[in-house]
């Protein structure tokens, strides 16, 4: 029996005819051309204030950018499980350019601004930093520079749990300090160019009643200048810290000094329903409405888990706050800006929330701000309303589709298609609903490249220009009801589109009256059932229709008339999926017949002009399983469906009716579990013959359909898994396997829809509609171009836009200070000469600040205890070399890497003088101590001398040696003060011109006012 069945494939390989070899894997590239919309599985955000653009990373390794002008591209890793690395991503060219590997697990990391530099952040609480070197591509290097434990937390204070969760830049002093965050509650203030400790606060509230050690879950600077941070916990507190930066790196405060006691307790009802603080946002808006957006982190939706509060001056009297309700709960949010460079007046910020379902949730950031304004003035405000975002769908979802692409006949042709309409079936060009036409009038297709249409739920028709990658509607048809016009509601299942004629039909389901519509150019028919399947004979213009109750029914389009109906019987599923009119010769004799699939996996062959079965009746598996597709294929593997296939192109040149005559015939059935490909001429006989089998063990197939190349058929099969796979026809041999990412199979539920919608045109282009939120296109040849300005609308990162001098020194914010609070200390008069605040008169320039770090963490701070366990005579040494060697006296030309001052400014003088003053003290104590051991080693000294020595005294030589490096010291520090007293006045010059500066600006501001 075995040796029987290899002989009958043997000799259906023989006479198959087919002449080529199949399709070939050179001849397929399948690839995601376009992703339209927003990824499913998303988990965070990030954005760029500058290029304005989004970012949304997946929890499968995507991530999504959006920018201006509805650009959109994105980013697939080649690992789909999130990874613990840091990646680059080179945005023009859409690539993954390096991949950073870290000894410890990095929890969290930083980029400063203007810079190539970041701070990455440990789970042992060192923290290291990396520059993004472009040479000879993007790549990270780590530099030198290090914060470790020990020198940030201290040696003998480190405790258990010092993960870094937060590494924040100073605003207005990004490149002099970074706070550090730790999960037990410890924050550092970090002076970088002095590397040590400057500030410690947040520890001693880490307590509670029942002695529960807090943990950091989230922070964020709530102030301009960096003197104040919002801190939450897990146990949903909310605490405002002073970072009192007053001082700092000027050297009169060389110990790190503690504040225990946070400014201000937030108590927002996160603690009392012990729900953590999952993210925490601000925004500063001149003070008067500044604001700080909460989301806790909790598995179910309550009323208090978004909310927004205000901080300003008023801050101590009363807190003002929204909350706002949301159906579930969210992951992340983030503040976007729309705001173009040409209309900066024009600001409108939008408040966007990631919900754990993968819908993104919109609010008017205006609106936010108006309530909270308003509800300090104690009115009643409107609550602002969150608006979902979906895919451009017109009102109602999609149920069925067609793709049409690269068919100039289809496209030119087609403006006949909708020139003469019933009134059951109007035209809508007009503006509604969202939807954004090219034009209040209809112009035809002459300029249209792709088609897609689109069957709705509400019993619409939508015809989009898929000739770019954003889908544009440009018509729409709404079947209406009979008795009036209203728009039936009446879900469609079934779309069928032939150019040649042209004609489109349309099927849907109805619930009501147990009968559904077909809705052809401008006549209507009835049949019973919903409308699964549907066909037209081309040369007897034959309508055939199959319904979910196992009806075909065949009409006559020209009447339109009834030809016949006929039921075929199931004991599982009698739907009709597949219906197929063919010549076939039978008995010596030509044979129109139709071929019928059902749901059942049964096949079997009627009479196309009466209906009378053929044969003794079905064949079908012995394990039947859902059926998805039907093709009879030719002798060359090529779809029979007499010259036009299901979405109404031509395969081929060739007359595939007339090969189909005189070469064998199959009929190729896909189910959710297996291939067959049967004989088609016993299977019009009722008997079945299975020629080739392929069982699916993984995972379920859930859509197939067939595809040509440029000679060649193939069959595509996507499975719910996400899965592609690629096969050739007859043989069904695995060609190419690859996967969607990000794909999702929903199945239908009861009496419903599936939420993924999948077609695709006969030239492998596959367009798949996951809900409301994304479509993916996805192209199968290789070097197949689909789109026109694919590149424009996938261009994200704009080059022309270039950083003004203002945005990169960030200007202070002048308000006038009406009421005390705990915000009044950032919200002041600058021209004010009473009070002086340290951090508003701080301020960098980028550029210089940038040369600097570039010194700074190209240098070791922290050498390995290798090099620091030399003889101390050795170090002392090279100290007084290194002070020797220093150039005190002025220059016109600058010189680089002078000793320990190379790479610093003068700004940063002082303090680094102070230090040396230090130093240089303890240095001529040493002098004094080891100067006699110096002299030692010296055989000519006297025996008095040498008895001095022995007790510890001083010889006259010795006095002389430690007299003259003490006047050489003495030399040295009245330089450092000369230069000292140079750098104080050019400060107190820089401050004047400062305060003379903001007047000009106050008085200039006045004037404009009257």
């Known amino acids: 029996m075995f040796v029987k069945k290899l002989m009958e494939k043997a000799s259906i390989k023989k006479s198959g005819g087919n002449s080529s070899d199949g399709l070939k894997a050179s001849d397929v590239d399948p690839r995601l051309v376009f992703h339209h919309g927003v990824p499913s599985g998303g988990a965070k955000f990030a954005y760029d204030t500058i290029q304005r653009i989004l970012a949304l990373s997946t929890k499968n390794g995507q991530i999504k950018l959006y920018g201006k002008d509805n650009a959109q591209a994105i980013l697939e890793s080649s690992e789909a499980l999130p990874s613990k690395f840091l990646q680059v991503w080179d945005i023009d060219k859409k690539s993954l350019s390096d991949v950073y590997i870290a000894k410890e697990e990095i929890t969290c990391f930083a980029v400063i601004r203007h810079s190539l530099y970041m701070y990455i952040g440990h789970s042992n609480g060192d923290i290291s930093v990396l520059m993004l070197n472009q040479e000879p591509s993007w790549h990270l290097v780590q530099m030198k520079y290090t914060i470790p434990l020990s020198a940030s937390y201290g040696i003998s204070e480190v405790s258990d749990d010092t993960v870094v969760t937060n590494i924040l830049p100073q605003p207005a002093a990004e490149s002099k300090r970074v706070l550090i965050i730790f999960r037990n509650g410890q924050m550092i203030l970090w002076d970088v160019q002095e590397s040590r400790s400057i500030l410690r606060t947040g520890g001693n509230m880490l307590q509670t009643l029942h002695n529960e050690t807090k943990k950091v879950t989230s922070a964020c600077w709530v102030c301009p200048f960096g003197s104040k941070v919002a801190v939450g916990y897990n146990n949903g507190e909310l605490f405002i810290w002073s970072v009192d930066s007053l001082n700092i790196g000027n050297g009169s405060a060389p110990e790190c000094s503690y504040q225990n006691t946070p400014l201000l307790k937030l108590n927002l009802g996160y603690k009392s329903e012990k729900i953590s603080i999952g993210s925490i946002k601000w925004v500063y808006a001149g003070g008067k409405a500044s604001r700080v957006y909460v989301m806790g982190a909790s598995d179910y939706a309550t009323s208090n888990l978004l909310q927004v509060?205000?901080?300003?001056?008023?801050?101590?009297?009363?807190?003002?706050?929204?909350?706002?309700?949301?159906?579930?709960?969210?992951?992340?949010?983030?503040?976007?800006?729309?705001?173009?460079?040409?209309?900066?007046?024009?600001?409108?910020?939008?408040?966007?929330?990631?919900?754990?379902?993968?819908?993104?949730?919109?609010?008017?950031?205006?609106?936010?701000?108006?309530?909270?304004?308003?509800?300090?003035?104690?009115?009643?405000?409107?609550?602002?309303?969150?608006?979902?975002?979906?895919?451009?769908?017109?009102?109602?979802?999609?149920?069925?589709?067609?793709?049409?692409?690269?068919?100039?006949?289809?496209?030119?042709?087609?403006?006949?298609?909708?020139?003469?309409?019933?009134?059951?079936?109007?035209?809508?060009?007009?503006?509604?609903?969202?939807?954004?036409?090219?034009?209040?009038?209809?112009?035809?297709?002459?300029?249209?490249?792709?088609?897609?249409?689109?069957?709705?739920?509400?019993?619409?028709?939508?015809?989009?220009?898929?000739?770019?990658?954003?889908?544009?509607?440009?018509?729409?048809?709404?079947?209406?009801?009979?008795?009036?016009?209203?728009?039936?509601?009446?879900?469609?299942?079934?779309?069928?589109?032939?150019?040649?004629?042209?004609?489109?039909?349309?099927?849907?389901?109805?619930?009501?009256?147990?009968?559904?519509?077909?809705?052809?150019?401008?006549?209507?028919?009835?049949?019973?059932?919903?409308?699964?399947?549907?066909?037209?004979?081309?040369?007897?213009?034959?309508?055939?229709?199959?319904?979910?109750?196992?009806?075909?029914?065949?009409?006559?389009?020209?009447?339109?008339?009834?030809?016949?109906?006929?039921?075929?019987?199931?004991?599982?599923?009698?739907?009709?999926?597949?219906?197929?009119?063919?010549?076939?010769?039978?008995?010596?004799?030509?044979?129109?017949?139709?071929?019928?699939?059902?749901?059942?996996?049964?096949?079997?062959?009627?009479?196309?002009?009466?209906?009378?079965?053929?044969?003794?009746?079905?064949?079908?598996?012995?394990?039947?399983?859902?059926?998805?597709?039907?093709?009879?294929?030719?002798?060359?593997?090529?779809?029979?469906?007499?010259?036009?296939?299901?979405?109404?192109?031509?395969?081929?040149?060739?007359?595939?009716?007339?090969?189909?005559?005189?070469?064998?015939?199959?009929?190729?059935?896909?189910?959710?579990?297996?291939?067959?490909?049967?004989?088609?001429?016993?299977?019009?006989?009722?008997?079945?013959?299975?020629?080739?089998?392929?069982?699916?063990?993984?995972?379920?197939?859930?859509?197939?359909?067939?595809?040509?190349?440029?000679?060649?058929?193939?069959l595509v099969l996507i499975f719910t898994s996400g899965k592609v796979e690629l096969r050739s026809l007859q043989e069904l041999s695995l060609i190419v396997e690859t996967s969607i990412r990000g794909f999702s199979y929903s199945p239908p539920k009861s009496k419903s829809f599936s939420d993924s919608q999948i077609c695709c045109s006969s030239k492998g282009d596959i367009v798949l509609v996951n809900g409301d939120q994304e479509i993916f296109v996805v192209s199968l040849l290789a070097g197949r171009n689909i789109f026109r300005f694919l590149d424009s609308i996938s261009h994200i990162y704009r080059k022309e836009i270039l950083l003004s001098q203002d945005e990169l020194a960030p200007s202070p914010v002048v308000n006038k200070e009406k009421k005390r609070g705990i915000f009044s200390s950032v919200i002041k008069d600058f021209t004010s000469s009473k009070e002086k605040h340290a951090p508003i008169l701080e301020t960098e320039d980028s550029k210089e600040s940038i040369q600097e770090l570039s010194a700074i963490f190209s240098n070791e701070n922290f050498p390995c205890d290798a090099d620091n366990n030399d003889n101390l005579t050795v170090d002392e040494d090279e100290l007084e070399i290194s002070i020797d060697d220093i150039d005190l006296d002025d220059h016109e030309e600058k010189h680089k890497d002078q000793g320990i001052l190379g790479g610093l400014g003068k700004k940063k003088l002082t303090g680094k003088f102070q230090a040396l003053k230090g130093r240089l003290k303890e240095m001529t104590g040493n002098i004094q101590k080891t100067s006699g051991k110096e002299e030692q080693q010296d055989e000519q000294a006297g025996a008095v001398d040498q008895i001095k020595k022995k007790y510890g005294c001083s010889s006259s030589n010795e006095t002389s040696v430690a007299k003259l490096a003490q006047s050489k010291l003495q030399e040295n520090m009245n330089k450092l003060q000369g230069i000292n007293l140079r750098t104080t006045e050019m400060q107190d010059k820089a401050k004047s011109f400062s305060l003379l500066a903001n007047q000009v600006l106050r008085i200039a501001e006045q004037d404009k006012r009257k």
């Open 309 to 714: 509060v205000l901080l300003n001056e008023n801050t101590e009297s009363r807190t003002i706050k929204l909350g706002l309700h949301l159906s579930e709960c969210c992951t992340d949010m983030e503040i976007i800006s729309s705001t173009s460079t040409e209309q900066s007046k024009h600001k409108q910020n939008s408040f966007i929330l990631l919900g754990k379902s993968g819908h993104l949730y919109l609010y008017d950031d205006s609106l936010i701000e108006r309530y909270l304004l308003q509800c300090q003035s104690k009115s009643t405000p409107s609550l602002p309303r969150e608006v979902i975002v979906k895919l451009p769908l017109i009102e109602a979802s999609i149920t069925t589709a067609k793709f049409i692409s690269n068919n100039s006949n289809v496209l030119n042709s087609a403006d006949e298609l909708f020139k003469n309409y019933p009134l059951f079936v109007p035209v809508e060009t007009n503006q509604k609903d969202g939807i954004s036409l090219s034009s209040a009038k209809f112009t035809g297709f002459s300029k249209v490249q792709n088609l897609y249409i689109t069957g709705h739920s509400n019993g619409a028709i939508t015809i989009w220009d898929a000739s770019c990658p954003n889908f544009i509607p440009i018509l729409q048809l709404k079947q209406q009801s009979e008795n009036d016009c209203s728009l039936s509601g009446i879900p469609l299942t079934a779309l069928y589109f032939d150019s040649n004629s042209p004609l489109l039909v349309s099927g849907d389901q109805s619930g009501m009256k147990g009968t559904d519509h077909i809705i052809q150019s401008v006549k209507s028919v009835k049949s019973t059932g919903a409308i699964l399947s549907m066909n037209i004979d081309p040369s007897s213009m034959h309508l055939a229709v199959g319904s979910d109750q196992g009806h075909v029914s065949v009409f006559d389009i020209d009447g339109p008339t009834l030809l016949y109906q006929k039921h075929i019987a199931s004991e599982l599923s009698a739907g009709i999926i597949s219906l197929q009119f063919l010549t076939c010769s039978l008995h010596g004799f030509e044979k129109n017949i139709l071929a019928v699939g059902t749901k059942d996996s049964s096949v079997m062959s009627i009479d196309k002009e009466n209906g009378n079965t053929l044969g003794t009746g079905t064949i079908h598996p012995k394990k039947p399983s859902k059926a998805l597709f039907m093709q009879v294929l030719d002798g060359q593997g090529r779809p029979v469906t007499g010259s036009i296939t299901k979405d109404g192109l031509d395969l081929s040149e060739r007359n595939h009716i007339e090969d189909a005559t005189t070469k064998q015939q199959y009929i190729l059935l896909c189910s959710e579990k297996a291939l067959y490909v049967y004989s088609l001429v016993h299977a019009i006989q009722g008997v079945k013959k299975v020629l080739y089998k392929k069982k699916f063990h993984s995972s379920s197939c859930c859509w197939a359909s067939t595809f040509c190349s440029h000679s060649d058929v193939g």
